[in-house]
T-cell receptor, first 109, second 112 residues
Framework: GQQVQQSPASLVLQEGENAELQCNFS?????MQWFYQRPGGSLVSLFYNPSGTKQSGRLTSTTVIKERRSSLHISSSQTTDSGTYLC???????????FGKGTHLHVLP | EAAVTQSPRSKVAVTGGKVTLSCHQTNNHDYMYWYRQDTGHGLRLIHYSYVADSTEKGDIPDGYKASRPSQENFSLILELASLSQTAVYFC???????????FGPGTRLTVL
């Protein structure tokens, strides 16, 4: 089945700094979903990205399927960006996705 | 308006008791999922379903049953709740083979 590795596991930024979060997966498939989760909260979908680059405000997702990697770029971070970011590529042989363990981001004022 | 809702939002249950968690979606999606989230384990799939009246085992099905009486509704049943089942439970729906999942707000279950 699909294996997912996210890096870094945790990250501390000063407000205004940029961040690059990485997601590597073992099997090339045709989509990637990024989620944001605030402590104690639900999962909010940030991007569903079959391939290429998508931008939404200060967030940019880039997925290169053939290289089995995806990244999430956060520009000009804000304290409200603090939380956990999860990537979830589809599994190889089932109707499900596989979640990485996440990157825990803390943005300091 | 929320497309995936869960009830209850939190619950305290006693060991050995029966617990039913409910999920309702208005996305018109065929696929529905139950996950649990624990510190240190991330999100793990318990059961899923891709059609009414049929459920499939996920990665950690032991101790759980699922029921899909209609396209919109998916329940998770703990027949004999145990301490180890204390966790946050999330329901999700998807329109196509598990891609692009939409999550509910979660249910915090505490088993005492």
């Amino acid at each position: 089945g699909q294996q997912v590795q996210q890096s870094p596991a945790s990250l501390v930024l000063q407000e205004g700094e940029n961040a690059e979060l990485q997601c590597n997966f073992s099997t090339s498939l045709n989509s990637m979903q990024w989620f944001y989760q605030r402590p104690g909260g639900s999962l909010v979908s940030l991007f569903y990205n079959p391939s290429g680059t998508k931008q939404s405000g200060r967030l940019t997702s880039t997925t290169v399927i053939k290289e089995r990697r995806s990244s999430l770029h956060i520009s000009s971070s804000q304290t409200t960006d603090s939380g956990t970011y999860l990537c979830a590529p589809p599994d190889t042989n089932a109707y499900k996705v596989i979640f990485g363990k996440g990157t825990h981001l803390h943005v300091l004022p | 308006e929320a497309a995936v809702t869960q009830s209850p939002r939190s619950k305290v249950a006693v060991t050995g008791g029966k617990v039913t968690l409910s999920c309702h979606q208005t996305n018109n999606h065929d696929y529905m999922y139950w996950y649990r989230q624990d510190t240190g384990h991330g999100l793990r799939l318990i059961h899923y379903s891709y059609v009414a009246d049929s459920t499939e085992k996920g990665d950690i099905p032991d101790g759980y049953k699922a029921s899909r009486p209609s396209q919109e509704n998916f329940s998770l049943i703990l027949e004999l709740a145990s301490l180890s089942q204390t966790a946050v439970y999330f329901c999700a729906s998807s329109g196509d083979r598990g891609y692009e999942q939409y999550f509910g707000p979660g249910t915090r279950l505490t088993v005492l």
